[in-house]
């Protein structure tokens, strides 16, 4: 059973410039959940989607977006990217993103702002 | 904002030695659960523990849990340098926040957990 694939592994992007992460989850899951990891905040979660909903989102700016295609693969935008946007994003994938289930995390993307 | 705290923040110990992590959380939960995380990379979940479960085991790991005191432990029994990671907990699904809890794992700031050869 394949894990949570998420690509590109790094990236190195700079100020002003929009980027796009993809994140496959494990066949049959249809929520996938993405997550900010930085030294500073730790980890945030930003958004969650099921069925190509955002069903929930977190306390970040209206840069950050996602959305969900009818696969379950999802992608997350972040738009004028600025320096405090450098972070591990993880994505994490689960059954319902409900409480009764694990959840599998990818190997996150790395990026760099610089 | 970060669920709550983890302690210590650093552990270092020797190989065969226990390591006990500690864990306190804010609000009302449905599960906690474990995770371990090497040098930055993704996350491996360990353990999950339910509100109505008081303790659970898993291999080398013991889990414990007391809603009273909204806290959890992480037991790693004779540790082995390929456990040094960072470790978190994560509770999911507060029963009051309804739909605001789909997919949120709310996480502490970890453990750094370093076991010498």
């Known amino acids: 059973k394949a894990g949570v694939t998420q690509t590109p592994r790094y990236l190195i992007k700079t100020r002003g410039q929009q980027v796009t992460l993809s994140c496959s989850p494990i066949?049959?899951?249809?929520?996938v959940s993405w997550y900010q990891q930085t030294p500073g905040q730790g980890l945030q979660f930003l958004f969650e989607y099921f069925s190509e909903t955002q069903r929930n989102k977190g306390n970040f700016p209206g840069r950050f977006s996602g959305r969900q295609f009818s696969n379950s693969r999802s992608e997350m935008n972040v738009s004028t990217l600025e320096l405090g946007d450098s972070a591990l994003y993880l994505c994490?994938?689960?059954?319902?993103?409900?409480?009764?289930?694990?959840?599998?995390f990818g190997s996150g993307t790395r990026l760099t702002v610089v | 904002s970060q669920q709550g705290e983890e302690d210590p923040q650093a552990l270092s110990i020797q190989e065969g030695e226990n390591a006990t992590m500690n864990c306190s959380y804010k609000?009302?939960?449905?599960?906690l659960q474990w995770y371990r995380q090497n040098s930055g990379r993704g996350l491996v979940h360990l353990i999950l523990?339910?509100?109505?479960?008081r303790e659970k085991h898993s291999g080398r790991l013991r889990v414990t849990l007391d809603t009273s005191k909204k806290s959890s432990s992480l037991l790693i029994t004779a540790s082995r340098a390929a456990d040094t990671a960072s470790y978190f907990c994560a509770t999911i699904w507060d029963p009051n926040a309804g739909g605001t809890s789909y997919g949120k794992l709310t996480f502490g700031q970890g453990t750094i957990l370093t076991v010498h050869p």
């Open positions: 994490a994938s689960s059954y319902t993103g409900g409480p009764n289930y694990g959840y599998t």
């Open positions: 609000t009302s939960i449905n599960n």
């Open positions: 523990i339910r509100s109505n479960e």
């Open positions: 066949s049959g899951h249809r929520s």
